[in-house]
């Protein structure tokens, strides 16, 4: 195995670093200008809101491409482009003198995002780590990541007040261009999946099951009430008779809460499955929603209120990767996330903008209702995404195929039940010949290639061997790492595997004298 040179603490701390900084310089900061924009441009506050709004659904457009890419080549070289050309979208922004000018930087400034925020994080991330770590890597990016708004907002206002609008943007975007150009470029690694994993074959398969939609109907809903209740909730609370200094102050919570709301789900993913925690997180959202019209004109209701809805601030940002790569594995985790990603930024744009209309129309009481059974749909949706995982295992084990449940094929289930790859056979996969995971192998905290060994002259992978800390993978033995392997076999210990390849040489095919071995290039 070729050694790494960036240490996975190094990664994950370079990568929260540039989350901050990017969601602060890229989305957060733009709010601050709205004021001395109007003025200087001479629009009026909805034009000029449109401008990132139209950044959103453009970094939800290119979402896909960007997420083919980050499966080919990894997030290095697109992160570093991506950290660049947002840094010079901010400074072209500093210069703009129209409204059309305006829309044409943030619709760049929307490409930018889609290469260095979250959805392109999330894939390096969980390219590189195992399920094991993969959840304390995600959790420990977001939670620094979760304070951009509180330290950006004030800072922004600050080189606003001292500077001016447009020498602010200049600074901010030497800020960005210093701090994530060079820790993309030397400290971020990302593993591409193989050239023969066949990565559209994986999106095909996924996008014709019900689980996949049942995520994207998950989090599309989650995601639209959480976007309303970001935009409108301060309006709210002053509507409900609140001074505005308590509302913002009340409605700043919201940020603090979700990095709360990520530690306590992540917590808690220790003993129960992802989806069913999700689930329940989005269900107390919904009951904040149904709790603010009735007990939201008290101080402490409000508050009350404000507090379990931020709880499931932030979750879906983590759970969604996780289900993700539980179910699909590694090899195309981009390509689904960002077809996942488009709807679901499609959501974020526009709900905000359908509550405001509903809400001149019938009133706020009519928007907490449509919040409330937007997060109960996305509850309900993770909670038969749940059960339909189960009833596929449990057909699997009836019919002596156990882990036939998992549709595209994966090694492991960060809720405990490892699933066999592809239709659950030992020694079938799908159709890309990727091994054990949808097309990816996890061993010993190291990502591998996928495919690698479940084509027929593959050894030492489904059907073949066991090898240290694989999970849920057909033909191995009961080991002290392993989970839930079907059929008996030896354990990694033995020196040997199912399949007669010695265990220590976790590449080597049967008859291969040379025993192969495979890992990630740095």
Known sequence: M?????????????????????????????????????????????????????????????APVVGRRLDRHGGRGLMTTGSLLGALSVLAWSQVRSVAELYVVCGVLGVASAMVLYEAAFAVIVAWFDAARRARALLAVTVVAGFASSVFLPLTGVLVELYGWRRALVILAAGYAVTAVPLHALVVRGRAAPPHADRREIVRTAVRERP????????????????????LLVTYLITLGHPPVFAAGVAGL??????????VTTGLQARWPVALVTAAMFALQGLAAVLLPLVGRDTVGAVVGVVLFGLGFGVATIARP???????GTAAYASLSGALALPITVAKAVAPLLAAGLAQVTGYPAVMGAVAAA?????????????DGRSRDRAGELSGHPGQGRSVGEGEHTGGSGRSAGDGRPGSGPPTGGGGRCGGEERSGVDLPAGDGERPS??????????????????????????ER?????CPGDGQRAGGDAGSDLGRRPGDGGGRTEGASA
């Open 375 to 387: 997060c109960a749909l996305g509850a309900l949706a993770l909670v038969a995404y749940e059960r």
């Open 212 to 231: 996949f939609w049942l995520l994207a109907a998950a989090f599309l809903t989650q995601t639209g009430a959480v976007a309303v209740m970001g935009v």
């Open 322 to 328: 996780a289900l993700m790569a539980d179910r699909y």
């Open 486 to 490: 079907a059929g008996g076999g030896a």
């Open 2 to 62: 070729i050694a790494r040179p960036t240490s996975p603490a190094r990664m994950v701390a370079a990568l929260a670093i540039t989350q901050t900084a990017g969601y602060g310089v890229l989305y957060y900061a733009f709010s601050v200008f709205i004021p001395p924009m109007s003025r200087d441009l001479r629009a009026g506050v909805a034009e000029l809101t449109g401008a990132i709004t139209l950044s959103v659904l453009v970094s939800g457009l290119v």
């Open 254 to 263: 919201l940020g603090v809460l979700s990095v709360t709301g990520r530690l």
């Open 458 to 483: 593959g050894g030492g992978r489904a059907g073949g061997g066991a090898s240290p800390d694989d999970r849920g993978r057909a033909g191995g033995g009961s080991c002290p790492d392993d989970r």
